[in-house]
């Protein structure tokens, strides 16, 4: 058995889409319309890797969804080029907190916590 996906429900697809281009290199994998939602997949193009499923509901008109307290959950994404993705992330204003052994997280346009672990540790 092994992970194929992590799911997260997002208030406008266009704008997440964007910020997981733009900050992870994460491509959309696959599309996929279900009851009235869009489910669509993003992942690095590995073979095996894991993906990021964004789940998109047009009926909720950009309504928050509570996500529960800043970091409990969240997604874990292991880092190559650590410090040019942190100067990157950095200017995007996406940080929220950096840690004294270089782990640091993000926050995605719905406030979810994304973690960059470099692949250095």
């Known amino acids: 058995m092994k992970l194929i996906h992590t799911s997260i429900h997002v208030t406008d697809l266009e704008r997440s889409l964007k910020f997981y281009k733009d900050a992870l ?7 996929i319309p279900w009851g ?3 489910l669509t997949y993003l992942g690095d193009n590995a073979r095996a890797g894991a993906q990021v499923e964004l789940t998109y ?5 950009g309504e928050k969804y509570n996500i529960g307290e ?13 410090d ?4 990157k992330h950095r200017q995007m204003g996406c940080i ?6 270089g782990i640091w997280f993000i926050t995605d ?6 973690e960059m672990v470099p692949d250095t540790l």
């Open 96 to 101: 929220v907190r950096e840690t004294e052994i």
């Open 57 to 61: 509901d047009p009926r909720r008109g």
């Open 25 to 31: 290199d994460l491509e959309v994998q696959m599309e």
């Open 36 to 38: 009235g939602k869009i």
């Open 109 to 114: 346009p719905d406030g979810y916590w994304l």
């Open 70 to 82: 800043d970091e409990v959950v969240h997604l874990g994404f292991l880092v190559e080029n650590a």
């Open 84 to 87: 040019e993705r942190k100067i």
